[in-house]
Structure formats: structure tokens, C-alpha cells
């Protein structure tokens, strides 16, 4: 529960860490929702006020955070993918895609709740003083990492301090 607003969130651990399995929906400045989904999507952030957002015992992933993440769950669908691609001439690689995939596709196993849809979560992990890093999972639930500019708004996903 956060005690700023009595909200309470679902929780996930995955691998070591343990994850707000919700999107972040604390109102601050800098922050919006589209008010008839606000309950459901959670609020989206500027990247200053995402750093700041989350309730106290919890903080905003590094990029580095969020790989760990993936690479748990690409670890443990390993051979999920392998047999994908066993019929298949196209060479298998491990990349950060799959933990996405999968991540998003099995959800009701890892209990990190994704959007359906395309979605960025804000990475504490700045490029430079314009731009931070996102995670991104695209509609069909790969990952990858992009950059953006900080005034432009994300998700908040939140990480339990360890």
C-alpha cells in the first residue's frame, strides 16, 4: 500500500527482485492520466517527476535493472524458444527481446502485468541531459531500449529496494 494516497499495489517477485506488478498511479506534478483510465493504466510521467514517484522503500528500475529482469525471464523460457525456432532454419540468439516476449505474453505466470498494447516504462538511467532510457514493449510483447526526451511521458513501473 502506498501510504501517500492509500492506493495499494499488486507485487511480483521475479528472480531477486520484487516489482510493483502495476503501473505507478500516484498523482504528481508532471504527471497525467486520461481520467476514465487512470484506475486501470496508471498515470504517465515526465521523466524528473517518474525519478521521484515512487512510494518510499521502492525506486524507479536502472536500464541495467530492467536487463536483469528480462534475462531472468529469458533464462526460464529458454526452452520454449529453442523449440520455437526447432523447425525453423532461422539461427536462435538469446536477446532481450524474448524476456519481453515472454514477460508479456505469460504474465499471469511471472505476475507483472503488462499493457497489451504498445507501452514505455521510464528507466531511471539517464543518456544525457535531454534524453533518458525507456524499456519498451511493442504490441506483439518484445523488448528492447530506446531513448527519449525527458519531457515526453511514460509508465512507472516500481522496484522494491533491496
Not at 502506498?2 to 521475479?14: E, L
Not at 492520466?33 to 528500475?61: D, M, Q, T
Not at 536477446?95 to 499471469?108: E, M, T
Request: include cysteine; charged fraction near 30%; aromatic fraction near 16%.
Amino acid at each position: 500500500m502506498d501510504s501517500r494516497d492509500g492506493k495499494t499495489y499488486k507485487i511480483a517477485k521475479i528472480g531477486n527482485q520484487v516489482w510493483m506488478a502495476e503501473n505507478l498511479n500516484y498523482e504528481t506534478n508532471g504527471s497525467y492520466c486520461f481520467p476514465e483510465k487512470c484506475a486501470k493504466y496508471g498515470r504517465l510521467y515526465i521523466w524528473e517527476s517518474a525519478l521521484n514517484a515512487c512510494p518510499v522503500g521502492w525506486h524507479l528500475p536502472t536500464k541495467e535493472e530492467y536487463e536483469t529482469l528480462l534475462n531472468y525471464v529469458e533464462k526460464q523460457e529458454e526452452e520454449t524458444i529453442e523449440k520455437l525456432y526447432s523447425d525453423s532454419d532461422e539461427k536462435y540468439e538469446r536477446d532481450l527481446r524474448w524476456g519481453g516476449y515472454f514477460l508479456a505474453r505469460d504474465k499471469d505466470r511471472y505476475g507483472f502485468s503488462v499493457l497489451p498494447v504498445f507501452c514505455d516504462y521510464w528507466t531511471a538511467t539517464e543518456n544525457d541531459g535531454n534524453s533518458a532510457y525507456k524499456m519498451v514493449l511493442d504490441d506483439m510483447g518484445f523488448s528492447s531500449f530506446c531513448d527519449d526526451q525527458k519531457d515526453h511521458k511514460s509508465y512507472v513501473h516500481c522496484l522494491r529496494n533491496p
